[in-house]
């Protein structure tokens, strides 16, 4: 495993594992354990995935210390409009059935409210129950709206990304304000888009060369480029497989003819532009 140092100084797995679309219950419950026993130690949930009680259930299953655990959970867009983030936060600690998380994120800048937000998840990070906060789907733009009052610089920015959506000028703006970048959806998420990428004569060129699947070549992009990565499967094989990328590296020359695939292509919503 590599790790990066958030801007706190506390350490996160480059790699991890998102729990997006597991149905609460055994579902998510066993695929948390299997992706754990696989040697997970990041888990990503979101009060707004539904299945932080069986993410927190899996954890207490697994057998692995808690503070061998890395856990990120998400502020809920509504819970951001009402202003109840404390509360928010109260109600994800005790569905997940654990003391603190690791990373404690606004899930997407809700527009005349993640100001406000900011400041409460700073309170948060303050009380200890959060090791650290961050944000995502945040623009530049946002980012500088919330540095205008903040104490406190967003430990983290969770993002879309992959190969065709390189987000090159957010993370230079993020490297810049002391803010790792994190990449959702890094396979391309969605089948269509995900096929595509798959498909491309750059990166089955890499797979060949390595004797890695293409998913594999995409998430060890991710790894070259220090950015925080969380593929999510729920099929046991391929859990497996996107934790196999730390026995081969990409040159510096092959991460550039990756990241030349860009052609800015969103699977999901803009973040200046989303309605729920
Ligand atoms: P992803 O890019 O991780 O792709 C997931 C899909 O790819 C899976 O459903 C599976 O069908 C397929 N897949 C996985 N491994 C594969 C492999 N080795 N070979 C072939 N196919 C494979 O997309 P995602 O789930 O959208 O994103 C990952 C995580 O990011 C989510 O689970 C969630 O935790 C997080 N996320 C956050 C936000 C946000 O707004 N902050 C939005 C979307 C996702």
Same mark, same amino acid.
């Given at each position: 495993?590599?790790?990066?140092?958030?801007?706190?100084?506390?350490?996160?797995?480059?790699?991890?594992?998102?729990?997006?679309?597991?149905?609460?219950?055994?579902?998510?419950?066993?695929?948390?354990?299997?992706?754990?026993?696989?040697?997970?130690?990041?888990?990503?949930?979101?009060?707004?995935?539904?299945?932080?009680?069986?993410?927190?259930?899996?954890?207490?299953?697994?057998?692995?210390?808690?503070?061998?655990? $890395? @856990? *990120?959970? /998400?502020?809920?867009?509504?819970?951001? #409009?009402?202003? &109840?983030?404390?509360?928010?936060?109260?109600?994800? %600690?005790?569905?997940?059935?654990?003391?603190?998380?690791?990373?404690?994120?606004?899930?997407?800048?809700?527009?005349?409210?993640?100001?406000?937000?900011?400041?409460?998840?700073?309170?948060?990070?303050?009380?200890?129950?959060?090791?650290?906060?961050?944000?995502?789907?945040?623009?530049?733009?946002?980012?500088?709206?919330?540095?205008?009052?903040?104490?406190?610089?967003?430990?983290?920015?969770?993002?879309?990304?992959?190969? $065709? @959506? *390189?987000? /090159?000028?957010?993370?230079?703006?993020? #490297?810049?304000? &002391?803010?790792?970048?994190?990449?959702?959806?890094? %396979?391309?998420?969605?089948?269509?888009?995900?096929?595509?990428?798959?498909?491309?004569?750059?990166?089955?060129?890499?797979?060949?060369?390595?004797?890695?699947?293409?998913?594999?070549?995409?998430?060890?992009?991710?790894?070259?480029?220090?950015?925080?990565?969380?593929?999510?499967?729920?099929?046991?094989?391929?859990?497996?497989?996107?934790?196999?990328?730390?026995?081969?590296?990409?040159?510096?020359?092959?991460?550039?003819?990756?990241?030349?695939?860009?052609?800015?292509?969103?699977?999901?919503?803009?973040?200046?532009?989303?309605?729920?």
């Amino acid at each position: 495993m590599k790790y990066a140092i958030l801007n706190n100084g506390i350490i996160m797995p480059l790699l991890g594992f998102g729990v997006y679309g597991l149905a609460e219950g055994p579902q998510c419950t066993d695929t948390v354990r299997y992706a754990i026993e696989a040697g997970y130690r990041s888990i990503d949930t979101a009060s707004g995935y539904d299945n932080e009680a069986s993410v927190g259930q899996a954890i207490r299953e697994s057998g692995v210390p808690r503070d061998d655990i $890395f @856990l *990120t959970t /998400k502020l809920g867009n509504g819970d951001q #409009r009402s202003g &109840n983030v404390q509360e928010a936060f109260d109600i994800s %600690l005790s569905r997940l059935g654990l003391d603190y998380v690791d990373l404690y994120i606004i899930h997407w800048p809700c527009a005349g409210y993640y100001e406000k937000a900011w400041l409460a998840l700073e309170r948060i990070y303050k009380s200890g129950k959060a090791r650290a906060v961050g944000v995502s789907n945040f623009h530049p733009h946002h980012i500088e709206d919330i540095k205008k009052a903040w104490t406190i610089t967003p430990a983290l920015n969770q993002v879309e990304m992959h190969p $065709f @959506l *390189t987000q /090159k000028p957010l993370i230079t703006f993020c #490297r810049e304000n &002391n803010i790792a970048p994190q990449a959702w959806s890094p %396979l391309g998420g969605n089948r269509p888009l995900q096929e595509r990428i798959f498909a491309n004569e750059a990166i089955k060129r890499l797979a060949e060369k390595y004797g890695k699947s293409p998913a594999q070549i995409v998430l060890r992009w991710n790894i070259e480029l220090g950015v925080i990565t969380i593929p999510k499967s729920a099929n046991p094989s391929r859990i497996k497989e996107n934790f196999d990328i730390f026995d081969f590296e990409l040159t510096a020359e092959e991460v550039a003819d990756i990241d030349a695939l860009n052609r800015d292509e969103r699977g999901g919503p803009d973040p200046d532009n989303f309605n729920f």
